[in-house]
């Protein structure tokens, strides 16, 4: 099992940063994708971004230039700082992870931007 945890979100007006974190817990070994959804009132969970055990990484095309992912391996976290951040941007995000064909989330963290 994987337990994953996250943290940081809050209330910020737009044109303001947030840093999402992650803490992954467990058994790591063999987790390849990682990556963080959102899911807004009313609207599907969507992928926001995902980095692989490699470094690769990959954004929605309405975050892009604007939030960077990254993932520490020593320290079993994932990351999403998110600057420029606009009121598109409320929803709950969540910290995934993919191990040898087993989906992880974690419980949510809710981020608020207001106008």
């Known amino acids: 099992q994987v337990q994953l945890v996250e943290s940081g979100g809050g209330l910020v007006q737009a044109g303001g940063s947030l840093r999402l974190s992650c803490a992954a817990s467990?058994?790591?070994?063999?987790?390849?994708?990682m990556g963080w959804y959102r899911q807004a009132p009313g609207k599907q969970r969507e992928l926001v971004a995902s980095?692989?055990?490699?470094?690769?990484?990959n954004y929605a095309d309405s975050v892009k230039d604007r939030f960077t992912i990254s993932r520490d391996n020593v320290k079993n976290a994932l990351y999403l700082q998110m600057n420029s951040l606009k009121p598109e941007d409320t929803a709950v995000y969540y910290c995934?992870?993919?191990?040898?064909?087993?989906?992880?989330w974690g419980q949510g963290t809710q981020v608020t931007v207001s106008s």
């Open positions: 467990g058994t790591i070994v063999g987790v390849s994708f």
């Open positions: 980095v692989t055990s490699g470094g690769s990484s």
């Open positions: 995934n992870a993919h191990r040898w064909g087993t989906t992880f």
